[in-house]
Structure formats: C-alpha cells, structure tokens
C-alpha cells in the first residue's frame, strides 16, 4: 500500500510512484521529469497511446530541460496503489478519464489535478473523497505532437499547489528536485482565480481570431484591455485579488509567438474548452451580478462556431 512520503524522505531520495492520468503535453513533461528523477511513473491512457509509452518512453524535445527519454510504465487503467496522481487531462474528457482511475489507489495517497478552470476541484472531491485532492495550475507552453512525444516551448514551467503547506510540502519538494519551480498557496480559490483571470483573456481572443498573443495585443488592444478588466472585477467578486495592470505587463512580456492551448486546440480540430475557461467565467459573474460584455460576445461567437475572419 502507497503512503505518502515525507520531505524528509524526499530530501533522502524516497522513490515516489506517481500516476499521470493523461500524459499529453503537460502530464507527459511531468513524467519525463520524475522519471528522469529516479520515480516510479505510471501514465494512465487510451490503448494507442499507452502502447506507444511501453515501446519508446516518453520523448521530451525542451530548451529548458533538455532533449531526453524517459522510461514510464503504462496502462489504460491503474492497478497499483500510487502516492500522487497528477490530473493532466484536458477539461472536456475528465469524466471519460476518471474512470480509469480507481479511487481505492490513491486512498493512501494524494490527487493533483493541474486542469484549467476553476470547478473541477469539486467533481474530483466527490469522486476520490474530500480530503485527498489538492488542486494546482501549472504555467507552461507544452504540446503533445505524437503520442510519447512532447514539445516544451517556454523557459519556464511553474506550478502552485493550494491547500495546506504541511501536506503539500513533499509533493512540492518532489517536483521542485524533478526541476518543476513549485510554490505551496494556502487559500484555494486565489490560486484557481489567478490562472483564470489570465487565462480567459489570453484564450477567448487567441481562439476567436486566430492570432498569436503578440497580435492580440496590438490588433485587439482594446478588447484585451476589457477582458482583463472584466475577469478581474469578477475574480475579485469570488474573493480572489486581481490587478489588471499587472495582468497587462504580463501580457505584453510574454513571447510574441505565443498561442493558448485552446487555440492549438481549435487548429487541430479537438473539442475546446470553452465552458471550463469561458462559462466558468459567466457563470461567475452571473452569480454576482457582475456585467462581462466583451467574455459573453466571444463565448458565444466560439461556442456559435465562428472562427477567425
């Protein structure tokens, strides 16, 4: 049976085993890197993709980590106890994916999920039990462009974990050794808030229009601006602080080639994930009151079909 080890264990080099439910650009950058590491992974997938995992190990090409293979067990179900399951799938198949993950292996254990929006934390909860899952966001540009083969774009991949410090302290230390930059954020709904605030903007219109972020922000100016505004007036509505200036410089400093993974999806023709990141949005705003025009007009040209002009 998997328990869940200490810092200290992890300090000492305690082999974790960890399930990645889903190992596509980010689940399969993550398990490269703690297989790298020297843990026990176990990607959990479909058939086509498992058996690829099982011949050649997953392929990372990254200018931050290097271009390696990592050798991970896989299967279409997990079959054995785990200390952490790392969450990776896209919003739209969670239902589907979940249940290849028994909630009896992890019940020693922890589930992460790293999945964008912010109501999935409860449809988790009530699958694997309240106390066992501890939701976190992951920033990063990472694509899965083959089964086991994965392209790490940005400099950098950042992750915040929320809930409390002494029962994240050996996850977050095991990712920050495996090379991830992890912090430990005690309030839940700031943590979930602060990727959504930033996201939305960067995802409606990258989709909407079919431009790159460097575009959005000269060609859609205006409408960055409002968006920003809006999803900032309606996180802080939830409880969670946003600074729309600040969210803006982020903008403007991020690599002009940049594209939102929803984007990416929309190109490739795979369902978006438009509710979990835009109707999490107005269903937000909704229960407060808060007029979001400009989230409402591109939601609904997106889930209407409309694509760029």
């Not at 929006?117 to 501890?134: N, S």
């Not at 920050?176 to 990727?195: C, H, I, N, S, Y």
Request: hydrophobic residues 45%; aromatic residues 4%; negative net charge.
């Amino acid at each position: 049976m998997a328990t869940s080890p200490s810092t200290e264990d992890t300090a000492a080099g305690r082999r974790w085993t960890v399930a990645v439910l889903g190992p596509g650009g980010i689940g399969g950058l993550l398990g490269a890197l703690l297989s790298r590491a020297g843990h026990q992974v176990i990607c959990v997938a479909g058939e086509t993709t498992a058996r690829a995992l099982r011949e050649e190990g997953l392929r990372v090409r990254s200018a931050q980590f290097g271009d390696f293979t990592a050798s991970v067990e896989a299967d279409t179900e997990l079959r054995e106890p785990v200390d952490l399951c790392l969450v990776t799938v896209k919003h739209t198949s969670l239902n589907a994916a979940l249940e290849r993950i028994p909630p009896r292996m992890v019940e020693d254990g922890l589930v992460v999920p790293l999945l964008n929006g912010i109501e999935h934390p409860d449809a988790l909860r009530r699958y694997f039990g309240p106390q066992r899952v501890a939701p976190g966001v992951i920033r990063v540009e990472s694509t899965r462009v083959a089964p086991g083969t994965v392209e790490h774009g940005s400099p950098f991949t950042e992750i915040d974990l929320a809930g409390p410090a002494d029962r994240l302290a050996a996850p977050a230390a095991l990712l920050r050794a495996a090379g991830v930059r992890t912090r430990v954020a005690e309030d839940e709904t700031t943590v979930l808030w602060a990727k959504l605030a930033f996201l939305a903007p960067f995802a409606l219109l990258t989709t909407r229009y079919g431009i790159t972020i460097g575009r959005v922000r000269t060609e859609r100016r205006a409408e960055l601006t409002a968006l920003v505004e809006e999803a900032a007036a309606v996180s802080q509505a939830c409880g969670a602080p946003a600074d729309p200036a600040k969210a803006l410089a982020l903008y403007d400093a991020f690599p002009a080639d940049a594209k939102s993974s929803m984007q990416r999806d929309a190109e490739a023709g795979r369902p978006l994930e438009l509710d979990a990141i835009g109707g999490a949005l107005l269903r937000s705003a909704g229960r407060h009151g808060i007029d979001v025009p400009t989230a409402t007009r591109l939601v609904a040209e997106l889930a209407a079909g409309v694509g760029p002009d």
